[in-house]
T-cell receptor, first 113, second 113 residues
Framework: DAGVIQSPRHEVTEMGQEVTLRCKPI?????LFWYRQTMMRGLELLIY????????DSGMPEDRFSAKMPNASFSTLKIQPSEPRDSAVYFC???????????FGPGTRLTVT | GDSVTQMEGPVTLSEEAFLTINCTYT??????LFWYVQYPGEGLQLLLK?????DKGSNKGFEATYRKETTSFHLEKGSVQVSDSAVYFC????????????FGKGTTLSVSS
């Protein structure tokens, strides 16, 4: 049974470029979460969706970040334009309604030079 | 606001040593508490959980007891193995329905043979 799938696993880009991170949640899960992990700030929630609807995006750092969930099996996190301080590991997680446990993907390591 | 505080690492132990990683929390309401583990290069995995006061979560030899009076959820293991080397995150969620996790900053455990 496939877990949460994220792509790409690694992304290196130059400052100012657009970056799109992708996530496929576990089939049947109806909540999806985007987190960012850095040494300085640890693991931070960026945004989460219930039934494809954004519920809380207060963790999105600024307008350069946007997230969409066009259907139950796909979500994107876009950074435009990217900056070196956006370098981090970005995790996607999903959860089924009524459950506590979140299932995490392997993460995307983003490096902005 | 709600928050989780973990002991800072790294924690370095010899194989078969006793492990304690401290975790305390601040929350409104009645949180559920979790320990997640992150092995090198992977996403987070749920290790154990407790959903009400005095509950003990356990898994793979690890255990933690939800102590409401001390607002703590310390992780323990009687005899660590090299394969336990990972980063451990304490987390809480205030309610089950649709709420994201709030994580501590993580504690790195390194076990040598």
């Amino acid at each position: 049974d496939a877990g949460v799938i994220q792509s790409p696993r690694h992304e290196v880009t130059e400052m100012g470029q657009e970056v799109t991170l992708r996530c496929k949640p576990i089939s049947g899960h109806n909540s999806l979460f985007w987190y960012r992990q850095t040494m300085m700030r640890g693991l931070e929630l960026l945004i989460y969706f219930n039934n494809n609807v954004p519920i809380d995006d207060s963790g999105m750092p600024e307008d350069r970040f946007s997230a969409k969930m066009p259907n139950a099996s796909f979500s994107t996190l876009k950074i435009q334009p990217s900056e070196p301080r956006d370098s981090a590991v970005y995790f996607c997680a999903s959860r089924t309604s009524g459950a506590y446990e979140q299932y995490f993907g392997p993460g995307t390591r983003l490096t902005v030079t | 606001g709600d928050s989780v505080t973990q002991m800072e690492g790294p924690v370095t132990l010899s194989e078969e040593a006793f492990l304690t990683i401290n975790c305390t929390y601040t929350a409104t309401g009645y949180p559920s508490l979790f320990w997640y583990v992150q092995y090198p290069g992977e996403g987070l995995q749920l290790l154990l959980k407790a959903t009400k006061a005095d509950d003990k979560g356990s898994n793979k030899g690890f255990e933690a007891t939800y102590r409401k009076e001390t607002t703590s959820f310390h992780l323990e293991k009687g005899s660590v193995q090299v394969s336990d080397s990972a980063v451990y995150f304490c987390a809480l969620t205030v309610n089950q329905a649709g709420t994201a996790l709030i994580f501590g900053k993580g504690t790195t455990l390194s076990v040598s043979s």
